[in-house]
């Protein structure tokens, strides 16, 4: 089943541990970001990847990394997470060639810090 | 810069009656416009998919339409169920963020009720 895989789907942490969310795609698609969806805000795109040792910044990158070592894997970390972090967060990925393609998303990761 | 618009932002309606839901973006030079559904606290589901060479697109009791033109979508859901509360979000991915390859510009979305 084509799918995109986020672990955890929760967490609660402490400001300042750092932290580690991962997303895996098993489509083989070149094109994987994060987005974090707050109230009143909607989804916004944090981080972005063409494809493997290809990254860039999204709208909203402060306080986040990622890292793009092989295709299906697009870890998003935060190195010293605060409140304001707390948040809803998406991974998402799509072919990259074909402008015209589908986007599949997880099923997210709700974090809280505390 | 891409702007994406819902209204309303929410939406109340009885089973059975037709559900309607606008999205409207500033830009049309887009590739493709996507609707999703969002239970609450859940993952993104994708619904439909438009190329921005088509005018509309159905799966069972949705039927998605694009006006490239005037920058509008609609959703339609015909033959409401108490099962279809939800929010639903569209997202564009715009020529104009090109060099971001397939950034999603989300509207806001919609939630809706339908009240047995």
Sequence with gaps: ?114 | KQEVTQIPAALSVPEGENLVLNCSFTDSAIYNLQWFRQDPGKGLTSLLLIQSSQREQTSGRLNASLDKSSGRSTLYIAASQPGDSATYLCAVNSEVVKAAGNKLTFGGGTRVLVKP
Aim: with cysteine; aromatic share 12%.
């Design chain 1, 1 to 114: 089943e084509a799918q995109v895989t986020q672990n955890p789907r929760y967490l609660i942490t402490v400001t300042g541990k750092k932290l580690t969310v991962t997303c895996s795609q098993n489509m083989n698609h070149e094109y994987m970001s994060w987005y974090r969806q707050d109230p009143g805000l909607g989804l916004r795109q944090i981080y972005y990847s063409m494809n493997v040792e290809v990254t860039d910044k999204g709208d909203v990158p402060e306080g986040y990394k990622v890292s793009r070592k092989e295709k299906r894997n697009f870890p998003l970390i935060l190195e010293s997470p605060s409140p304001n972090q707390t948040s809803l967060y998406f991974c998402a990925s799509s072919f990259r060639k074909n402008m015209n393609t589908e986007a599949f998303f997880g099923q997210g990761t709700r974090l809280t810090v505390v």
